[in-house]
């Protein structure tokens, strides 16, 4: 009943996967400076904001790529 998703379709979430550790991972990691270095809040703030700029450079990126491919996909051959 239910319909197994095509590798491409696969590669899209595991790029989306990505694009929310690409958030993640660099504040949690600001936040374990801060704490070493005493600086709260100041390196995971700066850290976020790099996160969350990198993450949507890549998920538009994704979205230019995917829109490539479908618009491959119905261009009748020559």
């Known amino acids: 009943m239910s319909q ?3 590798p491409r379709e ?3 979430y595991a790029a989306l996967a990505q694009v929310g550790m690409e958030m993640v991972l660099p504040a949690v990691a600001g936040f374990y400076l801060d704490d ?4 709260s809040p100041w ?3 700066a850290l976020a904001v790099f996160g969350f700029a990198g993450s949507l450079i890549h ?5 230019r790529q995917k829109a490539r491919d479908e618009s491959s996909d119905t261009k009748p051959p020559p």
């Not at 070493?36 to 600086?39: K, M, P, V």
């Open 4 to 6: 197994q998703p095509t």
């Open 10 to 12: 696969l590669g899209y």
């Open 36 to 39: 070493w270095l005493g600086t």
């Open 43 to 45: 390196i995971m703030v």
């Open 59 to 63: 998920l538009f990126s994704i979205l």
